[in-house]
């Protein structure tokens, strides 16, 4: 690596795939490593800024959040200063805000973005050289890597939009060739998607290569074998069925040749597809050909006359691009129906959250004022957004009437309305097409990757529809009776339909969920065991499902495999970065790994998107405690205890709050309240909290239930040890600590409680010993 003199005339810098800045000769300038990590970063966010560049306070934000301001001011006046030394005087076109010139420097995210901007589809193609800075990272900057996580999703689903439509264009014009290329592109791009394993065997066997397609889905089978441990979905399984049994796709089509005409057109010999009356096919296939043409033109014609009329509508500024979708109106009047209609509304509000340019608000927070009378302009000002959409649903055995409506929350006028009528089994085609022109309303790019992920993990089965709906209740998750409850509606979804992604996700949430209850049916680890079938299912089925990759990540959580349990949770968010829960699931695996400035901040996400939810609230406060601001936390948690259904978290939070505070009586009052329906774990620290207050023999009282407890069933070490803490009994408490299996405690509360005591054990030399072979983070 070289430092190259300010006389070089010209940089380029790679972010796609790998970061390097090098000169016009080729040669490095900057490394990735030590000092030039943050040079290189601060590049990269320019360049992806691109010509609007970035305000100094937003440079300030990313790279030192924690900073004071003249700190921040200063440390971003001596990045800057550094840069033009060892790059070129005029490095930087502006000042505030801060813009690369690119007369001096040019990017391939630039690159990139500007293909994109031209409609020139493949020069993008080729600029894209990989994920957005993978692999870098800067320790000590959480708003610069959760900035990161945004970014990399954002350029990932333009990229895979891309390479969508080209592969759409090219078997549109018959370019066998393309098609294959771009499909193979997006099989790179996710290798366990089986929707673009199939697209693309589809593509091979039009383009004359069968076999090629036959040993891609031997490929792709062993993967998700040896990757998830399952096997491969049914959409690749059929499509190499397809080619076995001599009846391949017709090019330019994905449906099946003509009975009268398959006999003619193919014969299998040994499982291997051999071309047989090759004119009668090209004819075919040429027929097909100029009449797809001819529909083509129409809907070209059809396209530009919307476009001309478009050019009329008033654009949507990207400030406004945020929607509430208040809960549909059951005008049927059936109860029996009302769990349904609610389904459908939080359905709604999940298809609109895949559309990473629209701030949508979440379920809780919509589902406020489902009985409210308040006009949507107060509404939506309450918060925050500028469109609302409202509805109405009447369900007729098994046909649905939707009416739907986007009003404009300034003037309260109504800019776009509609009515759909169709079967139950086609709800996800009438939600894509709801979603598809709420986002030309609001000018939000939809590609057909989009399009095609609103409809993923669903199923076209009813029964097994509403049985779903019914077991994703949030009103069957307030006790540990109702979640057996859902998962019976959620086992009956999965019978009706065996590959029902979306079920099988809900029913490893729930799984995972039902550990913490005192149910003896079935031990931890066997619960822990079905969720990850389940979880390994989801995502054999639809890899593209947030919800199955978050539940894959809470699982690994419980699990202690916190590398995967990361990566699984990030990617839902990155999918879905618009659902709140999942930011809540994230900020609680960053209070286990002892992270509490990345837990703030999705705390803070989680409330900007779900402002009146009680559980985002809540998890801001954990996350407030986490960072040793128990007042702030404790205020937040003040108007959450008025709840009609009590959040029994909230209790739990508190009294941590107040134990940091050392003020135990309170933090004894906060305990007691929020132990109905919970693991003994939560009685443990109760008992502890009674040792400390010196409330002795409240605390001798728990500690032989905890005892009784573990000679009737062999565990519960972990909570008898405690209370000794709390007794200040340290020999013992270290020797029960010492009888501990990880694998039977796993990282919910009682692991963050088993924190807190290990905290004022200190400093004793067998603390640290415990934390390592317990995976307790110190905090």
Do not use: C
């Not at 090629?212 to 499509?239: D, F, I, Q």
């Not at 009329?309 to 654009?315: D, G, I, N, V, Y």
């Not at 005008?331 to 949508?360: C, F, H, M, S, W």
């Amino acid at each position: 690596m070289t430092d190259t003199p300010k006389s070089a005339a010209r940089f380029h810098l790679r972010t796609l795939g790998t970061l390097t800045l090098t000169n016009s000769a080729g040669e490095s300038v900057l490394g990735g490593h030590g000092h030039h990590k943050r040079r290189l970063a601060l590049l990269s966010v320019l360049a992806s800024a691109g010509d609007r560049g970035r305000s100094r306070d937003q440079l300030m934000l990313l790279f030192w959040p924690e900073a004071t301001q003249t700190r921040a001011r200063h440390s971003l006046d001596q990045l800057l200063y550094t840069l033009r030394n060892l790059v070129s005087d005029d490095v930087f076109a502006g000042v505030n805000p801060v813009r690369l010139n690119d007369a001096v420097i040019t990017s391939d995210v630039g690159d990139f973005l500007s293909a994109l901007e031209r409609n020139d589809s493949a020069a993008a193609a080729e600029a894209y050289g990989g994920a957005f800075l993978d692999g870098f990272y800067l320790g000590d900057s959480p708003e610069f890597e959760g900035w990161v996580d945004a970014e990399r999703a954002r350029l990932t689903t333009r990229y895979t939009e891309t390479l969508a439509e080209l592969a759409l264009a090219a078997t549109a014009s018959n370019d066998r060739a393309g098609a294959t290329r771009w499909r193979r592109a997006l099989t790179e791009t996710d290798p366990l998607s089986s929707h673009y394993a199939a697209g693309y065997m589809r593509a091979l066997a039009n383009a004359g290569d069968t076999e090629a397609a036959l040993r891609h889905a031997e490929r792709y089978a062993a993967r998700v074998s040896r990757e998830l441990g399952v096997e491969a979905g049914p959409e690749v399984t059929n499509v190499a069925a397809e080619l076995r049994t001599a009846t391949a796709p017709v090019a330019l089509h994905h449906q099946r040749i003509d009975a009268a005409n398959a006999g003619d057109a193919i014969t299998a010999t040994n499982g291997t597809l051999v071309p047989r009356g090759a004119p009668r096919l090209e004819r075919h296939v040429r027929w097909r050909f100029y009449a797809i043409l001819s529909v083509s033109i129409v809907a070209l014609s059809v396209a530009t006359t919307e476009w001309v009329r478009s050019r009329a509508k008033p654009t949507v500024a990207p400030a406004d691009r945020s929607i509430v979708v208040l809960p549909l109106t059951n005008v049927g009047g059936n109860p029996r129906d009302a769990a349904i209609v609610d389904g459908l509304t939080e359905e709604l509000i999940a298809a609109l959250a895949k559309l990473a340019q629209l701030k949508v608000i979440d379920r809780t927070s919509a589902f406020a004022f489902k009985s409210s009378n308040l006009d949507v302009r107060r509404i939506a000002d309450s918060l925050g957004v500028a469109y609302v959409l409202t509805g109405s649903v009447q369900k007729d055995s098994l046909r649905l009437r939707l009416h739907v409506e986007l009003v404009n929350a300034r003037d309260g006028s109504t800019r776009w309305a509609e009515s759909y009528e169709s079967e139950l089994r086609d709800i996800f085609r009438v939600q894509s097409q709801i979603a598809g022109a709420v986002a030309g309303q609001l000018d939000v790019r939809l590609g057909a990757s989009e399009l095609a992920r609103i409809r993923h993990g669903s199923t076209a089965n009813p029964a097994a529809h509403e049985a779903y709906l019914k077991g994703n209740d949030q009103t069957m998750l307030r006790s540990q009776s109702s979640v057996q409850a859902a998962l019976g509606y959620l086992d009956e979804a999965i019978r009706l339909d065996p590959n029902y992604a979306a079920a099988y996700a809900a029913r490893s949430r729930l799984l995972v969920r039902s550990t913490l209850g005192d149910d003896t049916s079935k031990s931890r680890l066997e619960r822990l065991a079905l969720a990850e079938q389940s979880a390994l299912k989801a995502l054999a089925l639809d890899d593209s499902l947030a919800d199955a990759h978050a539940a894959f990540g809470l699982m690994r959580r419980n699990q202690l495999d916190f590398a995967t349990a990361e990566t699984e949770l990030k990617r839902a968010v990155a999918l879905e970065p618009t659902t709140a829960i999942f930011h809540e699931w994230l900020l609680q695996f960053y209070i286990v790994t002892a992270r509490p400035t990345e837990a703030l901040a999705e705390g803070r996400r989680a409330v900007e998107l779900d402002p009146l939810s009680p559980t985002a609230n809540a998890e801001l406060a954990h996350a407030l405690v986490a960072n040793h601001r128990p007042d702030e936390a404790l205020a937040v948690l003040a108007p959450l205890k008025s709840l009609r259904t009590p959040l029994l978290r909230v209790g739990m939070i508190a009294a941590q709050a107040y134990s940091q505070k050392h003020m135990w009586a309170e933090a004894i009052t906060e305990m007691s309240r929020s132990l109905s329906d919970r693991a003994p774990a939560g009685r443990a620290f109760l008992g502890y909290l009674f040792a400390r207050a010196g409330r002795t023999s409240e605390a001798d009282t728990v500690l032989a239930t905890m005892l009784e407890r573990a000679r009737r069933s062999g565990g519960g070490q972990a909570e008898v040890a405690m209370v000794y803490a709390g007794l200040g009994d340290k020999d013992r408490t270290f020797a029960w600590l010492d009888r501990v299996d990880p694998s039977h405690i796993g990282p919910s509360l009682s692991h963050e409680w088993l924190g807190i005591v290990l905290t004022d054990l200190e400093p004793d030399p067998r603390v640290e010993r415990v934390r390592q072979r317990l995976l307790i983070q110190k905090r």
